[in-house]
């Protein structure tokens, strides 16, 4: 995300949010890196394995087009502006 799409964020956020709601996005966020901090990396057996599988994968034909992952996209999204809607 841009520097410009980030200030623009926190200006937004800062102008709607009240001090508790902002304190406690901060804490959210703060908790989110941590844990994004812990995660262990593949080592390259596990990499090459992963490969390997996406290959045979292909080969069988066992893969989605972008079409078809736009088009589930699509759904969700659409789903989640329904229950936005309807818990409003």
Do not use: C
């Not at 959210?28 to 996406?54: C, G």
Request: aromatic share 10%; charged share 35%; hydrophobic share 35%.
């Amino acid at each position: 995300m841009s520097t410009q799409a980030l200030t623009g964020l926190r200006d937004y956020l800062t102008g709607t949010l009240s001090t508790n709601d902002m304190m406690w996005l901060v804490e959210e966020l703060k908790e989110y890196v941590r844990k994004d901090e812990a995660h262990i990396p593949y080592t390259i057996e596990e990499i090459h394995e992963r490969i390997a599988q996406s290959e045979r994968d292909f080969a069988e034909d066992r893969y989605f087009t972008d079409d078809e992952v736009f088009e589930d996209l699509r759904m969700v999204a659409e789903g989640q502006e329904e229950f936005n809607q309807t818990t409003a």
